[in-house]
Each structure stands twice: as C-alpha cells, then as structure tokens.
C-alpha cells in the first residue's frame, strides 16, 4: 500500500529542488527515492554507477529523477549546474567510500572527499537560491581510540587509514566554511552528518560485508570473513536518512542552529560482531554458509566504533525505528527482491512506506502526520 507521504518533515521538500551529489550510490540513490516519493524535484549530479547491480540502475532512477553524470572533482561544472538548477537544497554524498580502497589509491581518495567538498562549498557559496546544505561524512571521521563508549560530535577527528583521514578532514572543511561564510548572517544553513555501516538492499560495492554476502550466495561459495571480531553499530539505509531529512528541514525552518554537526546511529544492542551479523543473516535468510581467514594479512582497520547520538535524540527528536532482527530482515529482503527478480522499484517504496508506518506506531515525531497501516507494521 503507498502511503501519502508528501507531508513528511513539515512539507519542507514538496516541490522543493533537490540537488544530490552521488546519486547513483548506495545511499544517494535510496535518499533520491524517498524525496521523490515525497514530491520533491530530485537533480542527481555523481559519477556513472559502477555495476548494473547498483541500486539507481535496477530502481529505473534515471528516469525517475533528473541526473546528469559528472565528476566532484570538476568544480566549473559543477557549479555550471548548481546555477542552472538554483536548488533550494543540497545533500552532497559524492564520495570514495571505501576503507580498503583508500589504501590502494589514497591520492584519489584525498582529492575526491577533501577538494569535492570545497568544490562543493565553493559553488554554493555563488548559488543564492540555496537554503540548506548537508555535508554526508562518516562515523570513521573521528580519532578512534577503541572506546567502549560512543563517540560525541565535540570529539576530535582523527583517522588512520587514508579514507578515516579524508572525512575527518571534510569535516574539517565544513566547520572552516561556516564560519568564514556560512555565519549566522548568511541565508545559506549548513550541517555535517556522521552515521556508518549501513545496510540494505542496493548495496553492491566491494570489500563490503553484507554486499560479499550476498555475492557469495549468487557465486555459490562460502562468504570468507577477514575481520570477524569487528564491531560495528549496524542500521538500516533508511535510519541515517530520516535523520539527514529531519536536519534538513530543522535548518530550512530554522528550528535548530545553521553550523552543527549531528550523530545518526544505533543503539548499542546493534553493535554486533561481523560473523553475529553474518550468523543473523543466514538465520533469517535460511542460506548461505562462512568461514573466517585468520592467516591473511590485513590493512588496519577499527575493531570498534559506536557514535553517541544524544544530541540528536534530545534536539531533533531523532531515534532509530528498527530493532536490529527488523534491520536484518529489511536488507535480507531487499536483496532477495533483486535476486529473485522483483520489482525492485517497488520493493524500495514498499520498505520505505513499512519504514515510515513503523515509525507512526513507534509515536517518532517525524512520522506523526502519516496514518498507521496495521497491515503494514511488519516486514
């Protein structure tokens, strides 16, 4: 059942226009679903989507939004088509994402996350038109000292792999550009969000657990483990997104001040080991099969990593909506919509709608305006 969701958040992003860097990835691509659901007038800007696989492509969301393919990295076009759109919001997500990856090739890392984020800065800056921007970065963006506790957005950034290092930079950079001209003077809000690990359906980059998981199902093969032990604070795509849509529309109501940072994460009863996870997937899926490699060498990578999302409870009236067995059973069916052929478009409105009606029963703020559906309150 669709629900009317054009309401959402005040009504702030109905026939608002919505500029999106890295659209065609895993969480841009989701992001430009649900604010095209709500009636928003999406514009992508990102590099080419990497596999057919990838989430824009099976959602058909080249022709159900506005993309155009370009680099963060080409500041003149970019901001060529932030002054051809005059965007009221921009969500800039364009990123390298990948730890591992970072290693292999840190030149591209750095530029790519440090100089698309000045980039983007830069041609906003000249776009009057914009509102609000939102700077994605990440939970690996803060100097991880292993601490059982979770990190505030008040710690220090650190990093140190290249990849940790670059949004802890970007972070940098934003804070840097607000108060040098995004002030409480200017018309322009601006925000960073930190969130990590998410999963769902879509998902199909490499050296990504659940992704490998997945693959190792199609392949046929038993999934290889190399950091079993790691913990990470798992959520669904959909839960850092309600939060990055919540501060979008807190800045463009000015309900919550322009130039803070903002945590989106689990709680702690999510932060499980990756084999509890892979172990959680099989028993809900009723497949696949893995072993750990203990005798390969590995990058450094953190064993431990759980942000403290207080401030966002507590100011935007912001919690996460899955259990973490909802979670599991959200991203399991995701990917089995793709690998039995589904409608995958309609497989990610329906996850949306549940994700939302959850949401209403669960009395979360944001969600109030939306009826419950009783005979959608389960996955």
Known sequence: MDVNISYLFDGVYKDKKVFITGDTGFKGSWLALWLNAMGADVYGFSLPPKSLND????????????HQDGDIRDFAFLREQLYKIQPDFVFHLAAQPLVLESYQNPHYTFETNLMGTVNLFEAVR??????????????????????????????????????????????????????????????????????????????????????????????????????????????????????????GAGLYLQSIESGESWNFGPTFHNNITVAKLIEKMIQISGIGKFKVETDIVKPYESKLLKLDVNKAKKYLKWNQVLTLDETIEFTVDGYMAEITKKNIYQNRIEQINKYINLAAIRNLDWAKQIPIYSEMSAV
């Open 55 to 66: 989430n824009f492509v099976i959602t058909n969301l080249e022709k159900i939004i506005h």
């Open 126 to 247: 000249a776009i009057p038109s914009v509102k609000v921007v939102l700077n994605i970065t990440s939970d690996k963006c803060y100097k991880n000292i292993e601490s059982n506790d979770g990190y505030k957005e008040t710690d220090p950034m650190g990093g140190k792999d290249p990849y940790s290092a670059s949004k802890g930079c970007s972070e940098l950079i934003t804070t840097s550009y607000f108060n040098s001209f995004f002030n409480s003077e200017s018309k322009c809000k601006i925000a960073s969000v930190r969130a990590g690990n998410v999963i769902g359906g879509g998902d199909w980059a490499e050296n990504r657990i659940v992704p490998d998981f997945f693959r190792s199902i199609q392949n046929k093969k038993d999934l290889v483990i190399r950091n079993s032990d790691s913990i990470r604070p798992w959520q669904h795509v959909l839960e850092p997104l309600s939060g990055y849509l919540l501060t």
